[in-house]
């Protein structure tokens, strides 16, 4: 049947009605051939409970990023790539809508809705795609079941093991439950499940995860089939090593041993263990199963044995403080047998090329013998000499110690030590307040207290806690993670010390991924303070100048490249002019002396930043550095400081780093944002000023004292 044609003018009023309703019908979006993807925007309409990373991970229609945008605008110069291009493709738009709707149906979101809207620039090149999401409600977990557990892990898994295996069943499912199942991760109970197994003896277990969904009443049932299999004990225990190990320095490091239920948490940690041993080079432990039904498993390991050699040959440099450093460490792994290792390790900070005034030198050498097996297999006690030549801001002198430092790493940056250190020390020149005083000058000083302070030899003995602990995704350039380093010094008795002083500083450091390449935050803080008791505390009438300069080597200091930058190492906080005599007998001074304190506090706000067109080990950076040092112990009522030199002082600035995994070698400048008055004021001017009687405010500012160049080659957090 043929269907009547309505007249002209009735299509006329459907078309304009249509072109009414629909306001996509009125504009058509024209797109040129060779459109760009200018931006891919997000918008969710409702709550929503999945992040914008996890979404943008899906998509496959990329906007150019930040670091391509400035990319783009120097890919002028030589040998600057041009970043990738960004065309749009609408057929990958398609797939991405396609993608999502999975990601939303595996995340249990049953009724999730994804749709788009793209809009152009008048010549239909510059494309911006704003993506629209609304969830729904998801399914979450009502209750986790395991099927077959009475007549499956029972018979062959001890009675006390199976409860225990019902125990953490009864608690997964109620962490479990009221999540949201995609969230609960279904392959995740399944590993979880397989690794608590194999901890177990079950080196063969079939685990298998079922879901039954009431999209009606938005809630699931987790269920766990198991198939234990056959527990294993442990077979035969075969070594690879030549030159032969001792069966009782194996033995104990070793937490199985043949006739034990296998243990894959067992031999992790005994991997761990033997690792830990200078002895071996590299260890291997290998389990071999070949199929379900094995009862005795045989147990294989292989060593690459050490042998005498350079375990250290290092060169660093940074600009403040140290210069050009120098470090050579040699290790014999079996001197005594026993696994009992020898290392020698001796370190030259020459101070060449340093920019400080003063360079921090210094030549060291360690002798220590460590014993493994220390209460625990990883742990390690070392002991020896160690001599120092020191020539630095505070004195030049000759120490030597004897060192004793318990070790015991039990994770990847997780380590607690303990150590003892009785030094000895024959100052041959003193250097504090601005003023250098050396061993013929000592008896000249009037005043019994300072003089006593002055005295050339001491005895110190100091025991020092220390823990580190944290986690990071990568240690060489971490994105996301935390660190913490407390410790804890005491000193010994007075029989034993001439100072006595407890002392605690920490440090957290802190990474957070920014979403432009390899970026991350880093946040770090720290706070110290030491607290005088006993011999050195000021006798009540006095200025306590004596005790002060008893503690100097102990007290806190900040200012270099590795706290604040923008400051030579030291001289954040309250200084003094050094003073020298000069051809003619007068008074000269060519830099400051940093005065200590009793307390220190620092902060660091770094930004990562990708370096357009280079490798990822090589980034920018951006900081904000703060630090305090100050003496909030009245007792110590001296007149060297000046309050102007203990508030909180700023720097901000930015650099270029190479990072790899023996460390950073990073360039950077520090600007001073609120310098106090010494800090912009050459030293020789101020020292003329305090000798005149006038005030520090009327001596010349140089504002070129605000910027600091740092050049460094170590560890950067």
Same mark, same amino acid.
């Given at each position: 049947?043929?269907?009547?044609?309505?007249?002209?003018?009735?299509?006329?009023?459907?078309?304009?009605?249509?072109?009414?309703?629909?306001?996509?019908?009125?504009?058509?979006?024209?797109?040129?051939?060779?459109?760009?993807?200018?931006?891919?925007?997000?918008?969710?309409?409702?709550?929503?409970?999945?992040?914008?990373?996890?979404?943008?991970?899906?998509?496959?229609?990329?906007?150019?990023?930040?670091?391509?945008?400035?990319?783009?605008?120097?890919?002028?110069?030589?040998?600057?790539?041009?970043?990738?291009?960004?065309?749009?493709?609408?057929?990958?738009?398609?797939?991405?809508?396609?993608?999502?709707?999975?990601?939303?149906?595996?995340?249990?979101?049953?009724?999730?809705?994804?749709?788009?809207?793209?809009?152009?620039?008048?010549?239909?090149? +510059?494309? =911006?795609? *704003?993506? $629209?999401?609304?969830?729904? /409600?998801?399914? %979450?977990? #009502? &209750?986790?079941?395991?099927?077959?557990? +009475?007549? =499956?892990? *029972?018979? $062959?898994?001890?009675?006390? /093991?199976?409860? %225990?295996? #019902? &125990?953490?069943?009864?608690?997964?499912?109620?962490?479990?439950?009221?999540?949201?199942?995609?969230?609960?991760?279904?392959?995740?109970? #399944? &590993?979880?499940?397989?690794?608590?197994?194999?901890?177990?003896?079950?080196?063969?277990?079939?685990?298998?995860?079922?879901?039954?969904?009431?999209?009606?009443?938005?809630?699931?049932?987790?269920?766990?089939?198991?198939?234990?299999?056959?527990?294993?004990?442990?077979?035969?225990?075969?070594?690879?090593?030549?030159?032969?190990?001792?069966?009782?320095?194996?033995?104990?490091?070793?937490?199985?041993?043949?006739?034990?239920?296998?243990?894959?948490?067992?031999?992790?940690?005994?991997?761990?263990?033997?690792?830990?041993?200078?002895?071996?080079?590299?260890?291997?432990?290998?389990?071999?199963?070949?199929?379900?039904?094995?009862?005795?498993?045989?147990?294989?390991?292989?060593?690459?044995?050490?042998?005498?050699?350079?375990?250290?040959?290092?060169?660093?440099?940074?600009?403040?403080?140290?210069?050009?450093?120098?470090?050579?460490?040699?290790?014999?792994?079996?001197?005594?047998?026993?696994?009992?290792?020898?290392?020698?390790?001796?370190?030259?900070?020459?101070?060449?090329?340093?920019?400080?005034?003063?360079?921090?030198?210094?030549?060291?050498?360690?002798?220590?013998?460590?014993?493994?097996?220390?209460?625990?297999?990883?742990?390690?006690?070392?002991?020896?000499?160690?001599?120092?030549?020191?020539?630095?801001?505070?004195?030049?002198?000759?120490?030597?110690?004897?060192?004793?430092?318990?070790?015991?790493?039990?994770?990847?940056?997780?380590?607690?030590?303990?150590?003892?250190?009785?030094?000895?020390?024959?100052?041959?020149?003193?250097?504090?307040?601005?003023?250098?005083?050396?061993?013929?000058?000592?008896?000249?000083?009037?005043?019994?207290?300072?003089?006593?302070?002055?005295?050339?030899?001491?005895?110190?003995?100091?025991?020092?806690?220390?823990?580190?602990?944290?986690?990071?995704?990568?240690?060489?350039?971490?994105?996301?993670?935390?660190?913490?380093?407390?410790?804890?010094?005491?000193?010994?008795?007075?029989?034993?010390?001439?100072?006595?002083?407890?002392?605690?500083?920490?440090?957290?450091?802190?990474?957070?991924?920014?979403?432009?390449?390899?970026?991350?935050?880093?946040?770090?803080?720290?706070?110290?303070?030491?607290?005088?008791?006993?011999?050195?505390?000021?006798?009540?009438?006095?200025?306590?100048?004596?005790?002060?300069?008893?503690?100097?080597?102990?007290?806190?200091?900040?200012?270099?490249?590795?706290?604040?930058?923008?400051?030579?190492?030291?001289?954040?906080?309250?200084?003094?002019?050094?003073?020298?005599?000069?051809?003619?007998?007068?008074?000269?001074?060519?830099?400051?002396?940093?005065?200590?304190?009793?307390?220190?506090?620092?902060?660091?706000?770094?930004?990562?930043?990708?370096?357009?067109?280079?490798?990822?080990?090589?980034?920018?950076?951006?900081?904000?550095?703060?630090?305090?040092?100050?003496?909030?112990?009245?007792?110590?009522?001296?007149?060297?400081?000046?309050?102007?030199?203990?508030?909180?002082?700023?720097?901000?600035?930015?650099?270029?780093?190479?990072?790899?995994?023996?460390?950073?070698?990073?360039?950077?400048?520090?600007?001073?944002?609120?310098?106090?008055?010494?800090?912009?004021?050459?030293?020789?001017?101020?020292?003329?000023?305090?000798?005149?009687?006038?005030?520090?405010?009327?001596?010349?500012?140089?504002?070129?004292?605000?910027?600091?160049?740092?050049?460094?080659?170590?560890?950067?957090?």
């Amino acid at each position: 049947m043929r269907m009547p044609v309505p007249p002209l003018p009735t299509l006329a009023l459907i078309a304009a009605l249509a072109a009414v309703a629909s306001p996509c019908a009125a504009k058509v979006t024209r797109i040129a051939p060779d459109a760009r993807t200018h931006a891919v925007k997000l918008r969710w309409i409702g709550s929503h409970e999945l992040t914008e990373p996890e979404i943008r991970r899906e998509v496959a229609t990329r906007a150019p990023s930040g670091a391509e945008r400035v990319n783009a605008w120097v890919a002028w110069l030589p040998l600057v790539p041009d970043p990738p291009p960004r065309p749009f493709v609408p057929f990958t738009l398609q797939e991405d809508v396609a993608r999502l709707r999975r990601l939303y149906a595996r995340q249990g979101f049953p009724e999730a809705s994804i749709d788009y809207e793209v809009e152009t620039d008048d010549e239909g090149k +510059d494309v =911006t795609v *704003t993506i $629209t999401i609304r969830e729904g /409600e998801p399914i %979450r977990v #009502r &209750r986790l079941n395991l099927a077959r557990m +009475d007549s =499956t892990l *029972t018979p $062959t898994m001890d009675p006390d /093991e199976a409860a %225990r295996g #019902r &125990r953490e069943l009864r608690q997964l499912g109620r962490t479990l439950t009221g999540r949201r199942l995609g969230a609960v991760g279904i392959e995740d109970i #399944r &590993r979880r499940t397989v690794a608590w197994m194999a901890e177990h003896g079950h080196l063969a277990p079939h685990v298998e995860v079922l879901t039954m969904v009431d999209t009606a009443g938005r809630a699931a049932d987790v269920t766990l089939l198991v198939e234990a299999g056959t527990r294993s004990r442990v077979g035969e225990i075969t070594v690879k090593s030549d030159p032969p190990v001792e069966p009782r320095l194996l033995a104990r490091h070793l937490p199985f041993k043949t006739g034990d239920w296998v243990s894959s948490r067992d031999v992790q940690t005994g991997l761990r263990n033997l690792r830990s041993i200078d002895l071996f080079r590299d260890a291997t432990i290998e389990v071999p199963v070949s199929g379900p039904a094995d009862s005795v498993v045989p147990v294989r390991i292989a060593f690459t044995p050490s042998r005498p050699r350079l375990t250290t040959l290092g060169l660093g440099y940074v600009t403040s403080g140290a210069g050009v450093s120098m470090q050579a460490g040699w290790t014999h792994p079996n001197l005594t047998g026993g696994a009992r290792a020898v290392d020698l390790v001796g370190l030259w900070q020459t101070g060449l090329w340093s920019f400080s005034d003063v360079p921090d030198k210094l030549f060291r050498v360690t002798l220590t013998m460590r014993q493994p097996y220390v209460g625990f297999p990883a742990a390690s006690l070392s002991f020896g000499p160690r001599v120092e030549l020191r020539d630095d801001l505070y004195e030049r002198s000759n120490v030597f110690s004897w060192l004793v430092t318990y070790v015991y790493p039990y994770d990847a940056l997780q380590t607690f030590s303990l150590s003892f250190d009785q030094s000895y020390t024959r100052i041959l020149e003193l250097r504090f307040g601005g003023v250098s005083v050396n061993r013929d000058e000592l008896a000249k000083l009037p005043g019994g207290d300072l003089l006593a302070a002055l005295n050339g030899e001491g005895n110190v003995q100091q025991w020092t806690a220390s823990l580190r602990r944290g986690r990071l995704d990568d240690q060489t350039l971490p994105r996301h993670g935390i660190t913490v380093r407390p410790s804890f010094t005491t000193t010994g008795p007075s029989a034993f010390t001439d100072v006595q002083f407890a002392r605690g500083d920490v440090q957290a450091t802190t990474f957070m991924p920014v979403p432009l390449g390899n970026s991350a935050l880093m946040l770090r803080g720290s706070v110290g303070r030491v607290w005088p008791y006993g011999s050195s505390l000021p006798a009540p009438g006095t200025s306590g100048l004596a005790q002060f300069l008893r503690l100097r080597d102990y007290n806190f200091i900040a200012g270099g490249s590795g706290d604040v930058r923008g400051y030579d190492t030291g001289l954040l906080g309250p200084k003094f002019p050094h003073t020298s005599t000069g051809t003619e007998g007068e008074a000269t001074s060519d830099y400051y002396d940093p005065v200590t304190g009793l307390a220190r506090a620092m902060a660091t706000a770094e930004l990562r930043l990708p370096l357009p067109g280079a490798t990822s080990q090589l980034a920018l950076h951006t900081f904000l550095d703060a630090g305090r040092v100050w003496i909030p112990d009245s007792r110590y009522s001296f007149r060297l400081i000046d309050e102007n030199e203990t508030h909180w002082f700023m720097t901000t600035g930015g650099g270029l780093g190479y990072y790899s995994p023996i460390g950073a070698m990073r360039i950077e400048g520090g600007y001073m944002l609120n310098p106090s008055l010494m800090d912009v004021r050459d030293a020789a001017e101020v020292q003329r000023a305090i000798i005149d009687g006038v005030p520090i405010e009327d001596v010349p500012a140089h504002s070129r004292r605000r910027l600091r160049i740092h050049l460094s080659l170590a560890m950067w957090f």
